[in-house]
T-cell receptor
């Protein structure tokens, strides 16, 4: 019953460093999402993948790239981290984009110094 | 104007109390409405969908008012375990992606 698994749970980066956040789901869901959550801002969509082989920008895509590696895995990459990217990142999945019963991972707390 | 607006609270209520939260949304074309619950430093979890005719799940009742573009959540007989942040969620403008409100924090005290 793993659901959505995110790694790492915590990360501290220096400005300019790169890293990849990993996300995997075992529910055979087609759609996957990356959100960031900041105080007072709510969850904001970064990128999503409606199905394997497709990715699209969300509300705040600048500074990020994604890869839908296969049906299970959807990674988020920060090529050159900036302090403004300090946030909590959540991966989510759903059976398809119009099924809104999203299942979220436990989050990655990222600090960029 | 934000697409989804909520009173951030906190709402501090004693055990057994009834508490209600409202949420307004700006997209009159939104068709799907939800309440998610988020515990401190945890991920959001779907609490319930909101249907046009209103719906109930145990102590929780959700209502939709399309004319005034708001949804509400009523919690009866509050428990300590209800302490959390409640996120109002709707599908976004010209998209089937979800838009999350910033949440209303509820604290239930003994």
């Amino acid at each position: 019953n793993a659901g959505v698994t995110q790694t790492p749970k915590f990360q501290v980066l220096k400005t300019g460093q790169s890293m990849t956040l990993q996300c995997a789901q075992d529910m055979n869901h087609n759609s996957m999402y990356w959100y960031r959550q900041d105080p007072g801002m709510g969850l904001r969509l970064i990128y999503y993948s409606a199905s394997e082989g497709t990715t699209d920008k969300g509300e705040v895509p600048n500074g990020y790239n994604v890869s839908r590696l296969n049906k299970r895995e959807f990674s988020l990459r920060l090529e050159s981290a900036a302090p403004s990217q300090t946030s909590v990142y959540f991966c989510a999945s759903s059976p398809w984009t119009q099924n809104y019963g999203y299942t979220f991972g436990s989050g990655t707390r990222l600090t960029v110094v | 104007r934000k697409e989804v607006e909520q009173d951030p609270g906190p709402f501090n209520v004693p055990e057994g109390a009834t508490v209600a939260f409202n949420c307004t949304y700006s997209n009159s074309a939104s068709q799907s409405f939800f309440w998610y619950r988020q515990d401190c430093r945890k991920e959001p979890k779907l609490l319930m969908s909101v249907y046009s005719s209103g719906n109930e799940d145990g102590r929780f009742t959700a209502q939709l008012n399309r004319a005034s573009q708001y949804i509400s959540l009523l919690i009866r007989d509050s428990k300590l375990s209800d302490s959390a942040t409640y996120l109002c969620v709707v599908n976004g403008r010209n998209t089937d992606k979800l838009i999350f409100g910033t949440g209303t924090r509820l604290q239930v005290f003994p």
